[in-house]
């Protein structure tokens, strides 16, 4: 990474299509490119990640597509998840991804991150609490604050039909919430 640039990845433990989830990836990346300079956002797509199997570990090796995003964990200053909340938990591909990345060498030990969630009620509340307690295992440093937890059906209304953030609130929020992760990256480094 030249330049001192940060670089951050973004993960969508959702898959469907216009999921609001990936909706707020998708801002975080245009807000990313609009107000910092020093960043570099990218969304990594865990769709096509295999189900956790060690029998595909052949020789030390994972399978071709996992090795594809170890890599892009392993090269990632931070890391911002979008969790949607199924079942009072996070996603079965959310945990997939985070289990093979675990894999020996663990990709995410050390790694700042921050959660942004969109749903029901809670607004995915309990899946981002979850993911912290998932992460402290793995050695993620969370941020404390601020929180994003959008409560998306609620008016008015957040996201349009094809799961694009649109709400001017939530987007300041979404804006505050990655300039902290900056910030946070910027101090561990220092470490």
């Known amino acids: 990474m030249g330049g001192g640039n940060l670089k951050m990845i973004a993960v969508s433990g959702s898959l469907r299509k216009g999921s609001f989830n990936s909706g707020l ?42 090795e594809d995003f170890r890599a892009k964990v392993l090269g990632a200053d931070a890391v911002l998840f979008a969790s949607p909340e199924y079942n009072y938990s996070i996603t079965a591909p959310l945990k997939n991804a985070l289990d093979w990345a675990s894999r020996n060498p663990n990709a995410w030990a050390g790694k700042p991150a921050a959660i942004v969630s969109a749903g029901g009620g809670f607004g995915g509340g309990r899946a981002q609490y979850h993911l912290r307690q998932v992460g402290v295992f793995l050695d993620l440093h969370f941020i404390n604050k601020p929180e994003l937890f959008v409560a998306a059906f609620q008016a008015p209304p957040k996201f349009d039909s094809d799961g694009n953030l649109v709400d001017p609130d939530t987007r300041t929020r979404l804006k505050a919430l990655l300039l902290a992760l900056r910030q946070w990256t910027l101090k561990l480094k220092e470490c």
């Open 25 to 66: 990836v998708r801002a975080a990346r245009e807000i990313v490119k609009e107000s910092f300079e020093d960043v570099e956002l990218e969304h990594v797509d865990i769709s096509q990640l295999p189900f956790l199997n060690t029998d595909l570990e052949q020789d030390g090796q994972f399978p071709g597509v996992v």
